[in-house]
């Protein structure tokens, strides 16, 4: 049985299931019917959180995610977002209170429920010059309707969070963080600690390069978004999968995976992290669920920060564009 971690008022397993990949954004997603085998599986091994978007496969993911837990609803945690979904084909973020509105009521009918348990802010849409008090506004309002239990946030610095928490209660910030993602250790972390929010990770694999296996760029498909990240581009790849043998060789000295090593990593970092890796293969969810039983010696983390960190790491997180719609202050 997994262990379990706090998310603000709930209970949830220590390492959770993200689900953007069943619908979106690694190629061609798996049918239907593979995916629901991938969450069955989840919830026999006993995982308790799921996290979803209204982005994510532009509402199929919802689709796909909600009567697929409608049997299990009491039993686990549902999040899903807000403020950034397709429109036209097009990826548009919006933190406008109706917009907000509007794509909360989309998700509640998608997702089959009267009320989702942890609703995020996909993006604080500063480009548009949506104050972040607005949006977070609009969430509380949503909150004291009975639509949505908690409000999270995603990809924000240390500086908002705060200021949103001034507004309403924030249960969870959800960014990206892995030994290769480091970033929420400038101030991100702490200031979640401090106001008693979860730091939920995403990616915490780095999309798939810590799973140690030998991926080649070349061939991702043409519509999977490493193919515009900077870090599986010439030249930082070639520098990156350079630091692969060695860790490889930590991961057995630990007796583990090299994926099992990413995800013990961050669950030995604090207690308020729950990861969140994605995964369309029964076989990876077995092993990313393993992680959780992973315990690994001081030396074993000390050599692992020391071969993959920021410095070493060649590349940016997101290319230019992207990066730009990012609270820039601490990621």
Known sequence: MLKTRKLGPFDVSAIGLGCMNLSHAYGEPPSPKEALRVIAKALEFGVTHFDSAALYGFGRNEQLVGPAL??????????????????????????????????????????QVDVIDLYYLHRYDKLNGVPIEDSVGELSRIVEDGKVRAIGLSEVSAATLRKAHVVHPITALQSEYSLWSRNAEIAVL?????????????????????????????????????????????????????????????????????????????????????????????????????????????????????????????????????QKEIDTEDF
Request: aromatic content about 6%; some cysteine.
């Open 70 to 111: 409608k049997a299990h609803r009491d039993d686990i945690v549902l999040a899903s977002k807000c403020g950034m979904q397709g429109i036209d084909g097009r990826r548009v973020i919006d933190g406008r209170p109706a917009s907000l509105r509007k794509t909360l009521e989309d998700s509640l009918r998608r997702l």
């Open 190 to 322: 702490d200031a979640c600690a401090d106001i008693g929010a979860a730091f939920v990770a995403f990616s915490p694999i780095a999309r798939g390069f810590l799973t140690g296996r030998d991926l080649d760029p070349l061939k991702f498909a043409a519509n999977d978004i490493r193919r515009g990240m900077p870090r599986f581009q010439p030249p930082h790849f070639a520098r990156n999968r350079a630091l692969l043998p060695a860790y490889r060789e930590i991961a057995r000295e630990a007796g583990c995976t090299p994926a099992q090593l990413a995800l013990a990593w961050l669950l030995s970092k604090a207690p308020h992290i729950v990861p969140i890796p994605g995964t369309t293969s029964l076989a990876h969810l077995e092993e990313n669920i393993g992680a959780g039983d992973v315990t690994l010696a001081a030396g074993a983390i000390e050599r692992v920060e020391a071969l993959i960190n920021q410095d070493a790491v060649s590349g940016s997180r997101y290319p230019p564009a992207t």
